[in-house]
């Protein structure tokens, strides 16, 4: 660096830089294990342990030697393709870069300033980020005991000021699931003016949730959200999709920013879901694995609730969640704790869940503080999203 350019480097350090909107500082983080990359095992962040199918490595690598073109405005032959194995219409698919950036892009879309976003909580952590951003407040409904979304409290919280409600189906840290029957009777509850969203990012891990996309036909007001994050082993390359009414679609596809989906995440996208074989077999590693450690951890005392996704939740009340994280860290396993709600696992091969066994059995089971689970719905603020 020749002398000027030190120089402008130290005069920058001392000018003040233009001010953001006042949401940004009070958008709570979205956190990852600190120490996620420096253990042997990560089972932090709900990712798959598999690498991708081979058909769809190798539809991304083919698709590189063209990386010099842009994808389509929208993603338009993973919509096909999306239309034609869901039996929909293609008008009522929309895809993006991965769920969470739909996501954003149906808050933008639906609530505002002086709106309501209402969501379980505690939930996907990234629910009070996109809702604060799009400058909504944000409305929690704590689980129920059994840390299942409590469809009953959430249909009473609706307002008059409520536009979007977000139910995380199986729910993301405490893998309850939702059957169709309850989704339904939520859906007669809430009225056709509120946008109720459900996400079904761990969809293909939970078997018995039924069939959602039937309630497309009779519920205009659903908008159904899903990845290839996970299942298919997608995460790093970012393909999501949304299912709803045609006018849902288009309204997102007008807030969506052009070229959304990459040409290579759409090239592996479009072959993983070619792929029944490796869907499958992904599916059924992950569901072994996570019946031996929910086994193992039953019988240990832990009251880990039935997940319907590819991670464990062990409750607060029966350990020190931080304790646990730093204990799985030492036996080199990343798992994500929530302070004051407990451990998530992620489902990782056969020696992450031994690592993880083996750290549980080393501090023994320490009950942490009682649960102050608050009985009424909470404005939320700031803060929250550990
Ligand atoms: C409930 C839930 N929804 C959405 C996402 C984000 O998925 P994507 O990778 O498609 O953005 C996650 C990721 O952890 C999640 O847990």
Redesign the pocket.
């Known amino acids: 660096m020749n002398g000027q350019g030190l120089n402008t480097a130290v005069s920058m350090t001392a000018v003040s830089t233009p001010e953001p909107r006042p949401l940004v500082g009070r958008l709570p983080g979205y956190s990852r294990s600190a120490s996620a990359g420096t253990v042997r095992w990560v089972a932090s962040?709900?990712?798959s342990w598999m690498p991708p199918s081979p058909a769809a490595r190798e539809a991304m690598a083919d698709i590189v030697h063209r990386a010099n073109r842009y994808p389509s405005l929208a993603g338009d032959r993973l919509v096909a393709a999306l239309a034609e194995r869901l039996g929909l219409s293609a008008t009522q698919v929309a895809v993006g870069?991965?769920?969470?950036?739909?996501?954003g892009q149906i808050l933008n879309a639906y609530a505002g300033p002086g709106d309501e976003v209402l969501y379980a909580w505690r939930?996907?952590?990234?629910y009070p980020i996109l809702a604060t951003l799009a400058g909504a407040e944000c409305v929690e409904v704590p689980l129920d005991a059994a840390h299942r979304h409590d469809i009953g409290a959430m249909a009473a919280a609706v307002t008059d000021r409520t536009r979007v409600v977000l139910l995380?189906n199986?729910?993301?840290?405490t893998g309850t699931v939702l059957d169709v029957g309850e989704i339904r009777s939520f859906l007669d509850a809430v009225p056709g003016r509120v946008l109720v969203v459900l996400?079904?990012?761990?969809l293909e891990f939970s078997g018995g949730s039924g069939n959602t996309l039937q309630l497309l036909q009779d519920y205009p007001n659903l908008a159904i959200?899903?990845?290839?994050?996970?299942a298919y082993g997608l995460?790093a390359v970012?393909?999501?999709y949304l299912l709803a009414h045609g006018d849902i679609v288009r309204s997102i596809r007008a807030v969506a920013p052009p070229f959304g989906l990459s040409a290579v995440a759409e090239a592996g996208a479009v072959a993983a879901l070619a792929d029944a074989e490796y869907l499958r077999g992904t599916v059924d590693a992950v569901l072994a694995e996570r019946a031996f450690l929910q086994h193992e951890l039953t019988a240990r005392g832990y009251r880990v609730p039935p997940s319907g996704?590819n991670f464990l939740w062990i409750p607060e009340a029966d350990v020190r969640a931080a304790d646990i994280e730093r204990s799985c860290a030492a036996h080199g396993v990343s798992v994500r704790a929530f302070a004051g709600s407990g451990v998530r696992v992620s489902i990782a091969p056969r020696e992450a869940s031994l690592a993880v066994l083996a750290a549980l059995d080393t501090i023994g089971r320490q009950p942490g503080p009682a649960q102050t689970t608050p009985t009424t719905p909470q404005n939320y603020s700031t803060g929250g999203a550990s």
């Open positions: 962040s709900n990712e870069a991965g769920s969470l950036a739909m996501l939930s996907y952590e990234a995380c199986p729910n993301n840290p996400d079904e990012a761990y959200l899903r990845t290839f994050s996970k995460a970012r393909a999501g996704g």
